[in-house]
C-alpha cells in the first residue's frame, strides 16, 4: 500500500525527526500545530519517520476515523529531509522517489540545451 500513493490526493511528509512511539491523537497534534488546519481530509497522506531511517509511519483519515500505517525496511533506508521541522507536500514522484530510497530533491537537475543552429 505505501509504495503506492495513486490511491491517495495529496502526501505530506513532516520532516525532521518524529517519535515513532507516538500515538495517533499525538501524530494528529503535530499535524495541527505544523498546519494549522485539521488533518481530517480524506485521501491526504500524513509520513513522519524517527531517528531510524528504516521505518516510518503514515497517518490517513477515513470518514470514520484515523489510520495508522507503519513500514519498517528490511535492507536499506528512507532519505527523509531533516533540516527543516515543517510539512511538505510531494508529488507522486516525490513519493516514489522516497520509498526507492532516494531523495524527494534531486541534489542537481539536469539542464535542457538548446540545440546549435548551424548555418550552411
Not at 501524530?27 to 519517520?49: G, H, N, Q
Not at 515543517?86 to 537537475?109: C, D, H, I, N, Y
Amino acid at each position: 500500500m505505501l509504495n503506492d500513493a495513486t490511491c491517495f490526493k495529496n502526501v505530506y511528509i513532516v520532516t525532521g525527526y518524529t517519535d515513532l512511539r507516538f500515538g495517533i491523537d499525538t501524530l494528529v497534534s503535530i499535524v495541527e500545530s505544523k498546519l494549522e488546519s485539521k488533518p481530517f481530509v480524506p485521501d491526504t497522506l500524513y509520513l513522519f519517520c524517527g531517528r531510524r531511517t528504516d521505518r516510518i509511519k503514515g497517518l490517513v483519515w477515513e470518514s470514520d476515523g484515523h489510520l495508522l500505517l507503519y513500514k519498517r525496511l528490511e535492507q536499506g533506508s528512507f532519505q527523509w529531509p531533516r533540516s527543516e521541522s515543517e510539512v511538505r507536500s510531494l508529488t507522486q514522484q516525490q513519493f516514489r522517489w522516497l520509498m526507492e530510497g532516494l531523495t524527494v530533491t534531486p541534489k542537481k537537475l539536469v539542464k535542457h540545451v538548446v540545440a546549435p543552429e548551424y548555418s550552411a
